[in-house]
């Protein structure tokens, strides 16, 4: 998917790591939420309490989860899922464009 329709924007942008991360959300009609960002290059953890799906749209970065072991490669098009209450490691080794997908609980 290119293009998202019928969707709400928050303005204000999610800002982590000094500016070195990005990100604007996009709320849909059912109440599901994405973010569409920007990670320049560094190394960063994060914590997520909702399971993530991260698709790389453009970049180059080695992510890191929770209990794998080592470290893995991914670029353009590629996608990686972040279980719910864990967190990651991301090494971005050129500037990456992302969309990530909270997924929500069903019963939720």
């Known amino acids: 998917m290119t293009e998202f329709k019928g969707v709400s924007i928050i303005k204000k942008a999610n800002i982590y790591f000094d500016g070195k991360v990005t990100s604007r959300s996009v709320i849909f009609p059912d109440g599901s939420r994405k973010t569409l960002g920007i990670l320049l290059p560094g190394e960063y953890e994060f914590n997520t309490d909702k399971k993530e799906v991260m698709e790389i749209i453009s970049g180059d970065l080695e992510v ?32 990456t464009d992302y969309c990530c997908s909270y997924i929500r609980h069903p019963d939720k």
């Open 64 to 95: 890191l989860l929770e209990g794998s072991k080592g470290w893995r490669i991914m670029g353009d098009g590629e996608v990686f899922e972040v279980p719910a209450n864990s967190k990651f490691g991301l090494k971005i080794r050129r500037i």
